[in-house]
């Protein structure tokens, strides 16, 4: 059997790192693809069937030249995550549209272009596009207009894809992660944060980058052959609890 290929994008670190070394100790070859050049080379150093690609989604020409190389060097693609995302929070006052268009080009266009450029690999494979979106995209927040729309977005934009695409065998499926413990948000995140999210989250903890890679694995899996058009939160319950005091949960 010819072994199977993954492309990964926002590969440098966090969930699509962690979906990264997934992959691979399952046998699977792997596209990491980024745009910060030296937490990518970082990352893949050492990783044994992963291969780095620079390149920026939001940027269509970067995107038509980087898909090529990819399967020039693999011959074909299996499954496609769209992991690359940026976030940028605050008032909607003072969200202005320089940044409004920030979050939209990486967050909705990358996933957009990406995935336009990988069809024709898929068609070959009946492959799996797995994009990640948020619990964010399913239920509003304050200081996330322009994150929470775009993400909200995303799971539009799945759901028309595997309308769309599931006659060729191409499955579409997306991911909302919860509140995850990566090194970005413990930096950021004060203890009465994580106070909060730990009350509000059924399960009483953050979520970890591995629990998140291994819904991500099972969806571009054969035992997912039959999963298409689904968004599935991975939170923790923490999106099915809606804005209620965690104290009436009891």
């Not at 893949?44 to 989604?57: R, T």
């Not at 629990?211 to 039959?226: K, N, R, T």
């Amino acid at each position: 059997m010819t072994q199977k290929t993954i492309l990964i994008t926002g590969a440098a670190r966090g969930i699509g790192l962690a979906t990264a070394k997934l992959m691979l100790s399952r046998g699977w070859q792997v596209a990491m693809l980024d745009r910060d050049v030296d937490e990518l080379a970082i990352a893949s150093e050492g990783l044994a069937g992963a291969v780095p690609f620079i390149c920026d989604v939001s940027i269509a020409e970067q995107v038509e030249a980087t898909i090529p190389a990819i399967l020039q060097k693999f011959d074909q693609l299996d499954a496609v995550v769209n992991n690359a995302g940026v976030a940028e929070f605050g008032p909607i006052e003072e969200t202005d549209f320089a940044m409004w268009r920030r979050v939209m080009e990486t967050n909705l266009d990358g996933v957009f272009l990406v995935s336009q450029a990988v069809v024709p690999a898929l068609k070959k494979t009946r492959g799996a596009i797995v994009n990640i979106a948020s619990i964010s995209g399913l239920r509003a927040s304050t200081l996330r207009v322009a994150y929470g729309t775009s993400k909200a977005a995303v799971i539009q934009l799945t759901k028309q894809q595997a309308a769309e695409l599931g006659e060729y065998g191409i499955r579409a499926n997306c991911v909302c992660p919860g509140p995850v413990r990566t090194k970005l948000a413990m930096a950021v995140h004060s203890q009465d944060i994580i106070d909060a999210y730990h009350d509000a989250i059924p399960l009483n903890r953050y979520g970890s980058e591995t629990e998140i890679g291994e819904v991500i694995a099972f969806l571009c899996s054969e035992q997912a052959s039959y999963v298409t058009g689904q968004v599935i939160a991975s939170d923790g319950g923490f999106e099915s609890t809606g804005v209620g005091l965690p104290a009436l949960r009891k």
